[in-house]
């Protein structure tokens, strides 16, 4: 139905920039609300960033003033502008996305998808 495609994760040194991008395609009506998440230990996902479709923006308290959060509602994308990299942001940066899916017979339901992950490490 939908997937999300993560990419630009990898390493940086502290101080360092990273930018991540996440693409949505599929059978897409529309996307509503997404959002970056970091997986550390365990299974649990913490909120990083997240953006409505009007622009309306969130961010953790670790990370507001360094990371930017921004989307392009043309091409189902969305970036995530990360600066003044610290050790801490080190993890596995999922996307996810509310997306208003077209199903069968031109009917639609909202649904959230999730990305496959990509790891930052921020380390010297």
């Known amino acids: 139905q939908v997937q999300l495609v993560e990419s630009g994760g990898g390493s940086a040194q502290p101080g360092g920039s990273l930018t991540l991008a996440c693409t949505a395609s599929?059978?897409?009506?529309?996307?509503?609300?997404m959002g970056w998440y970091r997986q550390t230990s365990g299974n649990q996902r913490d909120m990083v960033a997240v953006i409505t479709d009007t622009g309306g923006t969130e961010y953790a308290d670790s990370v507001r003033g360094r990371f930017t959060i921004s989307r392009d509602n043309a091409k189902n994308t969305m970036t995530l502008q990360m600066n003044s990299l610290k050790p801490e942001d080190t993890g596995v940066f999922y996307c996810r996305a509310d997306v208003n899916v077209i199903t069968g017979y031109g009917a639609r339901q909202v649904s959230r998808f999730w990305g496959q992950g990509t790891q930052v490490t921020v380390s010297s």
């Open positions: 599929g059978n897409i009506f529309s996307v509503y609300d």
